[in-house]
């Protein structure tokens, strides 16, 4: 009933902003409802703490006989943790929209309602079948959206590969739940065969871009800061819980130790280009790679309450960082202080991270640990560089909520440390988190004083899908098979349409008849 | 009054007096209400029951006529059975107007809609094949306008469905042999050849699909639209009453394999030549040799689902067909080529219709949250379970059908210069698409609704049910 309510404030607040853009365009107060309705959902999703685990079950699907399990949504105390800072993010995403250049813009905020409920549905999803039927509405929500703010033939482009990279992911998913039917065990959240697991990391992984790397948007600045925020942590939030989910006995492939190398180089690769990156919005996608990774990281190491702290951080952080479009000194303030809690230091949101019982060999530490030093630095650099805009010639309300809306993602950050969760009040492994700031502080001290540190704007811009590029090769290598299919696929499609092909047909039938005829003996 | 009188009489009465009306929405309009009510009908009203009208007046439908020494036996089992024909056949003719092809779909269409379902009905049944090859004939004008010469298409599908019927007569005539002596292997060998080299043409198994590209390219998309629902869904329901009368031929140990293998064959063949197309109504063709491969799928697991799995495939699957060959036709109306280097950027310009399209092809490869993704999850774990290898081929055919559907969806919004967004298309049209898209997303998400429907329609072939 909780997360009902919660998804009805939601939902019924979009409906309602997008009927009254409708029916009343000049509707005075639609950034109340919106406002009002999302803290009403925040609320709402605290108080489901009291009753953990929730169930929100739909109408089965019908017949029983095809389909065992139906769409079920689940409240606990992992899942929880995602939905609070989603709802949270929305909430800041919301507040934070007073200050921005195209207030008032109840498309906009209707589309945040939706895919705060959308994105929340996802990190409950109690199987499978749950997940990817949210994965794809987020992806379509994804898909037109983009569609409709670029204009650019080249970023049209891209925004169809990358949906498509994301459907991929989702058939993934489909298929680790088949293969483990066909092992005679169910796919579900609690159990999964052991031939499945490593279908379910590639799914997270392609749908994260993590393997193989890719980015699955790289430039969009045309899209706004805030719902573009929105859609980016809540694609991301809805796969990361995925790894939170995989049950560790299903991940015994031979290829673990193959992609555990390539996360953690893709960990080190994205935190490099995010600790170099001139411009914050453009360098997101490396941000969400990043932490990202060092969530696949902590599933791989059968740490399911690591990789919630590292997703959780991923979405507050980051959802502090890319709202933040103005500065003051104690915004900036609140902004750096958020490094604590990334930091793994004990009683912080990512003090889980590390957790394990497995052992690792030394490199992997070296990789892991500059990796998110890297992050943690590139983070405070970013935090920098905010716009520097004069905050004195807003309103006085709006002087008043722009800042909560930043505080209120901060307080979050801080509060699932302590309280709500299974990560909470965790002291975890201490001298990792002190290593890794005593890293950060180095590489940001080191950063004005080598230059390597600091490229050129043009060498960043530089395109990475250049012909030149491994990449450029792999994909051209790619287009060569696509195109010598093509070739073949047409070749036989001549010779079945002309007017020869009855006959080539008649000889297939033969063919086939005469198989048929042996089979049957 | 008698069942197949007003469901198989009254239709071929009224299809030449479609011809009247000079405005083709009111022949849209009169053909939809006419099947709608013929599916209500068959719904609601009892079959060889007497119904009580007053003290001493009562009413019973006879379920059988007798035509020239010939049944036609409706039976109250096969009353669903009418009630989805009928019912997806209102949708057709509904939509007929706004694709432009009412004055020829709606007549021709009912008249081969009745014939289709007398063929189900006669005693004996072999005489089906005769019938439907009637209809087939019946079928010509529709695709090919007779101030038009026919093409390739239409003689290949002509020649394709004419050559199933002998190999069905002969099979038939050889399986009353089987009966009287199940022992000789040499006759059920040459029985079950026979029957299905029959079925393998009138299913348009691989590689005797040939004729559906070519059709596409030829005729009105929304014609052979209703032609590929049509024919294989009466095919396949020709197919269920031999499975459901010859016992031998339903405990043919080899038949499940056999049934996956031409599925598999038609999903991957069908999967990858589309993942090739650089045309949009091929691409459809191609997409139906997908749809024809699932319901054969979904049939190799009538011993372990009896038939809801291919069941269930019925209304997705006409759905998916009815809203893209209406966003097919409307391009072709409007715009005139179907190839995609004239069809770039179309998503800024018709909206409504692209996404029609794109939702129709997404739902045809089972994209999560559509129409097509329950019955098509549901079949793939069924033959998962069988053999993984076959799950591993229908996942090659899935993924080419992405393929084409992510080069159509990139050629729509892959404008060759900067466009604003208009909504073009009549109000009618972009109205029936967007219907048209709720119902498909309404599916994906609550398949359920279709239970009422799906509960009964197995109990039409009981041996088959158990």
Request: net charge positive.
């Amino acid at each position: 009933m909780l997360i009902l309510t919660t998804l009805s404030f939601l939902f019924l607040g979009a409906l309602a902003l997008l009927l009254l853009r409708l029916f009343n365009p000049d509707f005075r107060y639609s950034w109340l409802l919106a406002v009002t309705s999302i803290f009403f959902a925040w609320v709402s999703v605290l108080f489901w703490q009291i009753k953990t685990p929730l169930v929100f079950t739909l109408p089965a699907w019908q017949p029983a006989i095809l389909f065992p399990n139906s769409p079920d949504f689940l409240a606990d105390q992992l899942s929880w943790a995602y939905a609070f800072s989603l709802a949270t993010v929305g909430l800041g995403t919301l507040l934070t929209a007073i200050a921005r250049e195209n207030f008032p813009s109840s498309p906009a905020w209707a589309g945040t309602l939706a895919l705060s409920g959308i994105g929340i549905l996802a990190v409950l999803a109690e199987n499978p079948l749950a997940l990817v039927l949210a994965w794809t509405a987020i992806d379509l929500a994804e898909l037109f959206t983009l569609l409709a703010s670029v204009q650019e033939r080249k970023l049209r482009e891209r925004v169809v590969i990358s949906f498509s990279m994301r459907v991929i992911g989702s058939g993934f998913l489909i298929w680790a739940s088949l293969v483990s039917t066909a092992a005679g065990t169910p796919l579900n959240f609690i159990s999964a065969s052991k031939e499945s697991g490593i279908y379910m990391l590639i799914a997270a992984g392609l749908r994260l871009g993590v393997f193989p790397m890719h980015l699955p948007f790289k430039t969009e600045s045309a899209l706004r800061r805030g719902y573009g925020t929105m859609l980016r942590l809540t694609s991301a939030a809805s796969s990361l819980i995925l790894l939170a989910r995989i049950p560790y006995e299903s991940l015994q492939s031979p290829f673990i130790p193959y992609v555990f190398v390539i996360v953690a180089l893709t960990a080190l690769y994205s935190s490099w280009m995010w600790f170099r990156a001139s411009d914050t919005l453009d360098a997101r996608p490396y941000w969400l790679l990043g932490m990202a990774s060092l969530a696949l990281i902590a599933t791989l190491r059968a740490n399911p309450v690591g990789s919630v702290a590292w997703g959780t951080a991923l979405i507050l952080s980051g959802g502090m960082l890319f709202l933040s479009s103005l500065q003051n000194k104690w915004l900036n303030r609140l902004l750096q202080l958020s490094l604590i809690a990334m930091s793994a230091l004990p009683f912080t949101l990512t003090a889980t991270g590390w957790q394990s019982a497995d052992t690792l060999w030394w490199a992997y530490w070296l990789i892991l640990l500059s990796a998110q030093a890297l992050l943690l630095a590139g983070y405070y650099r970013h935090a920098q560089r905010v716009k520097k805009t004069d905050f004195k010639s807003f309103s006085s309300l709006s002087r008043f909520i722009y800042p909560l809306g930043i505080g209120i993602i901060f307080f979050s950050l801080f509060l699932l440390g302590i309280w709500g969760w299974q990560g909470a009040r965790a002291i975890g492994v201490w001298y990792l988190g002190i290593a890794v700031s005593i890293l950060t502080l180095i590489f940001v001290w080191l950063r004005p004083r080598i230059r390597s540190l600091n490229p050129l704007e043009a060498h960043w811009l530089k395109p990475n899908t250049e012909e030149k590029t491994k990449t450029g090769r792999v994909y051209g290598l790619f287009w060569s098979l696509y195109y010598f299919l093509r070739r073949l696929s047409r070749l036989i499609s001549n010779i079945l349409e002309s007017d020869g092909g009855i006959l080539w047909t008649l000889l297939f039938i033969i063919l086939f008849a005469s198989l048929i005829a042996e089979g049957i003996r | 009054m008698s069942a197949p009188l007003i469901w198989i009489g009254i239709p071929l009465i009224l299809s030449p007096f479609l011809w009247i009306p000079r405005r083709a929405n009111i022949i849209a309009f009169l053909g939809g209400i006419i099947a709608l009510f013929l599916a209500v009908l068959a719904w609601f009203f009892p079959i060889d029951t007497p119904i009580r009208i007053s003290a001493t007046l009562s009413f019973k439908l006879a379920d059988s006529l007798e035509i020239l020494g010939r049944q036609i036996i409706i039976s109250p089992a096969d009353q669903p059975l009418l009630t989805l024909i009928y019912g997806l056949a209102a949708l057709w003719f509904f939509g007929a107007s706004a694709a432009g092809i009412a004055r020829r779909l709606v007549p021709i269409g009912m008249s081969i809609i009745a014939l289709l379902v007398a063929s189900l009905s006669v005693q004996p049944f072999l005489y089906a094949a005769l019938i439907i090859q009637t209809a087939i004939l019946i079928a010509i004008p529709l695709l090919s306008p007779p101030e038009k010469k026919p093409g390739r298409g239409i003689i290949r599908f002509l020649i394709y469905q004419t050559l199933a019927m002998p190999f069905l007569l002969f099979s038939g005539w050889l399986m009353a042999g089987v009966e009287s002596n199940p022992g000789d292997l040499e006759l059920l060998t040459q029985a079950a050849t026979l029957l299905a080299l029959g079925f393998a043409f009138l299913l348009a198994i691989f590689p005797l699909y040939t004729w559906i590209p070519l059709l596409m390219e030829e005729a009105s998309p929304y014609a052979v639209g209703f032609i590929l629902w049509l024919l294989p869904s009466i095919a396949f329901f020709f197919a269920l009453g031999f499975l459901d009368r010859y016992a031998w031929l339903r405990d043919f140990d080899q038949l499940p394999a056999v049934l996956r293998s031409a599925g598999v064959l038609m999903i991957v063949t069908g999967g990858i030549w589309a993942a090739f197309q650089r045309h949009l109504g091929r691409m459809m063709g191609y997409a139906t040799v997908v749809n024809i491969g699932f319901s054969l799928l979904a049939l190799s697991l009538f011993q372990d689902y009896q038939l809801s799995a291919f069941f269930l495939f019925m209304v997705p699957q006409s759905l998916a067909i009815l809203v893209w060959s209406l966003s097919l036709s409307v391009l072709t109306l409007r715009e005139g080529s179907l190839l995609f280097r004239a069809r770039q950027g179309d998503m800024y310009r018709y909206p409504i219709i692209i996404m029609g399209l794109i939702f129709a092809h997404f739902s045809t490869l089972g994209l999560p949250l559509l129409a097509g993704f329950p019955p098509i999850l549901a079949t793939w774990g069924g033959v998962a379970e069988k053999t993984l290898v076959a799950a591993l081929w229908v996942a090659v055919g899935v993924a080419s059908l992405l393929t084409g559907a992510i080069r159509t969806l990139a050629v729509m919004v892959m404008s060759p210069k900067e466009e604003e967004w208009a909504i073009n298309g009549s109000l009618l049209q972009n109205i029936l698409i967007g219907v048209g898209i709720f119902f498909i997303l309404l599916l994906g998400l609550f398949p359920q609704f279709m239970s009422p429907l799906l509960t009964k329609l197995p109990f039409v072939f009981s041996h088959l049910t158990g």
